[in-house]
């Protein structure tokens, strides 16, 4: 009886941790749709390239390289910060994640 | 920026910084683009059987003959207004391969980092769009038709490098940008004014305004480019380095 209060009480409070999220952001029209998405540390953001033409997602902690037409990459936040990013081939196009 | 086709012929014959041998092979290629607007009227509205004339001309004609021809027959059924999806297939295809090709030649030639720098986005770019058009056409069974429009826009791009081959250095520099800021704008203006209201296809249509901030993009980077080099040389996107 009393294990199966502290099981209880074990899961109850594990429960209170949100569960990683994976959110999307659209490359679209050269522009990164949002261009700024606030994240928790454990998601996952994930950009699809919805343009004709290829695109990078790089900053001083991740880089993609190029992706592809319709192609996906994936960057799993795993420390806190403001990630300012933009793309290699079309400086132009900034946005950023704000990881807490 | 973005402006009419129109507006952009009168801005090449007025802008004297524009190599005069530029500014041929620019006109070249947008008197192809243009010959879209005239062609596409006269066969609007040229009576069925009519025979072909000069797009200019056929264009005047038609409109009196359709105007007279109001009064004594029946009203003609509507016509596309514009190239048919198969001729705006061809027309993109073209305009594409002659930015490929000329970027070709300006990584071959320029020796100015930024130029190539340039050069290599619009030969991937304008790459990806084309293989993407051609898988579209091919899944939407369209078969590219040929007009003298896109054929004008091949002979215009040939004469371009054939010119440009000739120069080096920062000549070759100036002249490779030049042309790649007028040829952006006008395929911009035509794609706008002319392409886009003329796809009848859905997906075709969504295609060539889905691309349109790409070539948008060219352009803006191109004139940042020739500041640059007017200016000395600086880095021409040193704005927007992170």
Known sequence: MKLGLILLVAVACGSNKPA???????IRGMKFEPDAL???VGDTVEWTNQDLVPHSVTSAAFD???IAPHATWSYVARTGGDFAYNCTFHPMMVAAIIVR | MQISSDDFVSRIASDSSLLGLMRTSIVLVLAALLALAPSCKN???E?????????AMGSAVA???SAMGSATAPTPPPAPAGPTDPQIAAIVVAANQVDIDAGNLAIKKTKNPEVKKFAELMVTDHTAVNKGAVELVTKLKVTPEETDASKGLVAGGADNRAKLEKLDGAAFDKAYVDNEVAYHKA???VLTSQLIPSAQNAELKSTLVG??????AHLEHAEKLQASLEGGGGSAMAGHKM
């Open chain 1, 20 to 26: 990683p999220k994976i959110l999307h952001v659209d």
């Open chain 1, 38 to 40: 606030a994240v928790s």
């Open chain 1, 64 to 66: 993609s390289k190029a």
């Open chain 2, 43 to 45: 066969k609007s509205t």
């Open chain 2, 47 to 55: 009576p069925a059987g009519g025979s072909a004339a000069g797009s």
């Open chain 2, 63 to 65: 409109e009196t003959g």
């Open chain 2, 187 to 189: 395929v911009i203006g």
């Open chain 2, 211 to 216: 691309v349109k901030p790409a070539f948008d």
